[in-house]
């Protein structure tokens, strides 16, 4: 059956049949099997439209149809000849407001029912059609059944408008005490939310405790390596120069045995100093204290000089060739040459370390502008793709033979990666077992990062030549005693910078991104408030901690007036123990010193 199955019509001429056709619409929705909910809906859809139709245009017609296509559905008419409604897109918008609650009718029925049209122009009357889809549920509607229902209509319909009206009050109840239900429910649920967002809160809290304490955590071994392994670097220098001193026989001959010995004690302090160093920059690198000093260079002058350095580790009789691909036209670099050339001897090395037969292959590439690839490509052992990145993990050495002849760090290829980030590029690795692996390291030809400023002191120019990683200091004060007071006071693990005027003091923060800023509030050409303000607004350098001493008193007005600081210090008089402890206070209170800081009494 495709055609529309006719059900009933029903003409409206007056109230009485408004309250009929709310009858009927009822009958007829539970005939086709709607559930109690569908046929409340149904019924009050049709006494809205109904009654609009009796009210604004006198009376109209109402028919009732069966479609099962495309969906079984029940479908309802209603036609008025009246002069129709003239505000039909601003009423169906739901923008029109009218005394008598045309607009609120219209916009409601169509959203209880499934599909809802109207036709209407001024003088031409309005038509609704709207339907209702059967509940998938329902039982089939063959046309027997049809027939059936239609035999039932017009039985007639037992009853009165009064016991209409009763049903009517019932369904109401019934439908309050639905939403009565549904607040209780929503309240119910509001209040899990509420808890919900509490243990929330309360986990990120938490979270965010644990992140600061990691956070610190690394900042304390960070200082430690790079103030240890400094200490060990030069004891390992010198028991490394007087073992080569004793192997060239500057102080008499030695015998075979004593030579021996000796190469042993040069061989493994040269083996701990290499240890030293790579704990040394990664510790730097960790900690964002690498200088990147940028220059032009061509690619072919760093793969002669590589060369040059390498070619000693091939042994000899070796059957391994060394082959570099020089680039078939000039390749310019601007970025930091000892970088570069530092993660290539890494990878180089540890390739001759690893292919006992073959090539290990130098190349280079551009594969988009901007970039350049170097790779690094071996006939060697090869390595296991679950080992891929435990090899860029510190201290990890892969069980392999070759391994076991040759003890490493397990500390040069994570720092080749974190220094190919800091150049602003990535290191990657392929590899086959028994066939070899690929190094490749991606980096743009010109760096655009930050250059880390050098640490420097006013007192020590050879600090400049000096590997120890420290604390940046910036003193920002016009008086000079002042500043050399405030020097002696800083523990010996904090560099100092020190500017005499507020906006060469804003300058060299800008240039040096200071750990920290002493700041005076008496300067010659603005004042400290003044100062404190544009480090605290400008985005540079807000991160900046920034540390007011002053000799002046501070009441509540300038206390407040320093609400952005991160700490307050008090410069008056006092005697040295005092002083220095009030100043390690206020670097413990900004989160740069903690008790373990060496250098700490």
Known sequence: MSQPRHLLTIEVRGEQ?????????????????FDLQNQTKIGTAVSEIVRNAYRYAGGGRITFLYEDHPHRSLVIQVA????????LDEILAGRYTSRTGLGLGLVGTRR?????TLNSAPGTGTTVAMCKFLPPRANLITPEALTSLSAALAVGLPGDPLGEVQQQNQELLRVLNELQQRQTEMQSLNRELEDTNRGVVALYAELDARADFLRRASEVKSRFLSNVTHEFRTPLNSIVALASMLESRCDGDLTNEQDRQVGFIRRSAEVLSDLVNDLLDIAKVDAGKVVVKTHAFEVSGLFGALKGMLKPLIAAGSSVALVFDEPSTPMHLETDE??????????????LKFTDDGEVRVAVRTPQAGRVVFSVTDTGVGIRAKDLQAIFEEFAQIDTLVQHRFKGTGLGLPLSKRLAGLLGGRL??????????????DIPMTYSGNEEGE??????????????????????DDDEVSRYLLRGLLPPSFEVVEADSGAEGIQAARRLQPDVIFLDLHL?????????EILKTDADLRRIKVIIYSAKHMDEEVVGRLSRADAIMSAKGSDAQTARAAAIQALV?????????PGHA
């Open 80 to 87: 008025d000849r009246g002069a129709g409604i003239a505000n």
């Open 589 to 597: 209170q900004v989160g740069l010193f903690t008790a373990l800081e």
């Open 524 to 532: 010659p050409d603005m004042t400290g408030f003044e100062v404190l």
């Open 428 to 441: 990657d690795v392929h590899s086959d077992i028994g066939k070899g692996s690929c190094f490749l390291l």
């Open 338 to 351: 000892g970088k570069v050339s530092q993660i290539l001897r890494n990878l180089i090395s540890n390739a």
């Open 455 to 476: 640490l420097v002191t006013s007192e020590s120019p050879s600090a400049h030549a000096s590997n120890t990683f420290k604390r940046q200091t910036l003193i920002i």
């Open 112 to 116: 209880i029912m499934d599909r809802f």
């Open 17 to 33: 049949d408004v309250v009929l056709a709310r009858q009927r619409a009822r009958q007829i929705a539970t005939l086709l099997g």
